[in-house]
């Protein structure tokens, strides 16, 4: 169905101007009339369909035509030149901050370019309203006029010269590279020179140049990378001796076990009763939790902080070792400041002997019998070897005693509320056992 001024779809139509609407249509659709003609002047083919005639409601401008259709150049060229020329700062603050809380600024932080449900900062339990400290300060604020496909760019506003910094430092790296290889090679072909008077190239073939060395480095690179992608997959294959996961708790209610990934991230033991299973397998949520683990997030957690604070070198991925080395800097900083305060506290106010520890034997429950005086000193001490030899008891009633006949003991059985011998069930306990069951 051609587009027209009034398409079909928009109603309100007479039924006296719906059939002129399409005597119209065919009229133009055979020739016989004029085409439409759009805002530009350009006549629209009639055998367009409407689906592509009409504008969608985001691009309905009101006219005739078919300029949602067509790629606007210009519209781009304006608004990509307008966000790159002035793109918006992200994270940049303007001036100083406010010495006191200012009405209508964000209750958390005290900047007052936003409200506290738009916060970025982390929230406070007082905040700056009430506290009035550590005030923010506003941020940057750019208003930037974005169209439909620049704000779905996800490369909108992209520096590319940060990339050359980048670039820059790789290039320097691999200038050093050469010159120490080159300095080493100098060395080498003049300590042999001067051992056995060798031509230099000799050496140079004994040596090997550094296109060589990169090429065989390529050469191993890809036996890695094939050997890699083969470990993979022998890793993803479980072994025949190794019991499934999902047969590890055949209980419904147990961990949920994914078989996409072969993943049982909960402990299938966690109501299980038995000691020995839970030691066998925790869980694939077991390993976050053991190990280095935490400590790995820990350090993770201390190069966010430092990159917050404006040191953008502290990096876990990028910078492993540097990072671990101001993490354990950082630590050894925090324990000296915690220790000199903690005796700062101790000269001040005293109480040094309330923090030693009792010995592990006032401490811990044992069984060993030691006598004490009245005044509180240890009488006749008896010490490990004497008490396996002599047999001390290791309570104030007799132990394996069976009187009146009995192999065990009274109260190894009940019945109807009642205790009694369970060699002879009898409920008395002064009873001589008979050796039969009454």
């Not at 051609?2 to 249509?25: A, I, M, N, T, V």
């Not at 094939?226 to 993979?232: A, E, I, L, P, T």
């Not at 890793?235 to 025949?240: D, K, P, Q």
Request: glycine share 8%; net charge positive.
């Amino acid at each position: 169905m051609s587009s027209s001024s009034k398409p079909l779809g928009s109603g309100k139509l007479s039924r006296e101007d719906y059939k002129k609407q399409k005597d119209l249509e065919a009229a133009r659709k055979a020739g016989t009339a004029p085409p439409e003609i759009d805002e530009e002047g350009q006549a629209i083919n009639p055998h367009i369909p409407q689906f592509m005639a009409k504008a969608p409601w985001y691009m309905d401008t009101g006219k005739v035509g078919l300029q949602h259709q067509r790629k606007s150049h210009n519209t781009h060229q304006s608004s990509s030149s307008s966000s790159s020329a002035s793109w918006y700062k992200r994270g940049e603050r303007v001036g100083e901050a406010s010495t006191k809380y200012q009405k209508g600024a964000c209750t958390n932080c005290g900047a007052a370019t936003h409200k506290a449900k738009d916060c970025v900062e982390r929230p406070r339990k007082r905040g700056a309203k009430w506290t009035g400290r550590d005030l923010k300060a506003d941020e940057a604020m750019v208003n930037v006029s974005l169209d439909y496909d620049a704000k779905r760019d996800r490369w909108n506003g992209y520096d590319a010269e940060t990339h050359r910094g980048l670039l820059d430092d790789w290039e320097m790296v691999e200038e050093a590279r050469r010159k120490r290889k080159a300095g080493e090679l100098d060395k080498k072909k003049h300590k042999k020179s001067e051992e056995k008077g060798n031509s230099t190239k000799g050496i140079e073939q004994a040596l090997g140049s550094s296109d060589d060395s990169d090429s065989g480095q390529e050469e191993s690179d890809e036996e890695n990378v094939v050997g890699v992608k083969s470990r993979s997959t022998v890793r993803n294959l479980r072994l025949r001796e190794d019991t499934a996961k999902y047969l590890r708790n055949l209980d419904p209610e147990s961990a949920y076990y994914d078989p996409k990934t072969r993943s049982m991230r909960e402990n299938p033991y966690a109501n299980a009763a038995s000691a020995s299973c839970q030691s066998a397998y925790a869980g694939d949520n077991f390993v976050r939790f053991s190990g280095e683990a935490q400590e790995i997030r820990r350090k993770d957690a201390f190069a966010w902080e430092a990159e917050a604070r404006g040191n953008s070198s502290a990096h876990f991925q990028a910078n492993p070792t540097q990072t671990a080395m101001m993490y354990g800097e950082f630590r050894d900083k925090k324990d000296s400041l915690a220790g000199k305060k903690r005796a700062a506290v101790l000269e001040k106010y005293g109480g040094e002997e309330h923090l030693k520890v009792p010995p592990r034997e006032l401490r811990l429950q044992q069984e060993a019998y030691v006598e004490y005086s009245r005044s509180g000193q240890l009488v006749a001490p008896i010490s490990g070897a004497d008490k396996e030899v002599a047999g001390v008891p290791r309570s104030r009633f007799r132990e394996d005693v069976y009187p009146m006949n009995h192999t065990t003991v009274f109260g190894s059985w009940w019945n109807d509320g009642r205790w009694g011998y369970a060699c002879c069930r009898q409920t008395l306990r002064n009873a001589y056992c008979t050796g039969e069951p009454v």
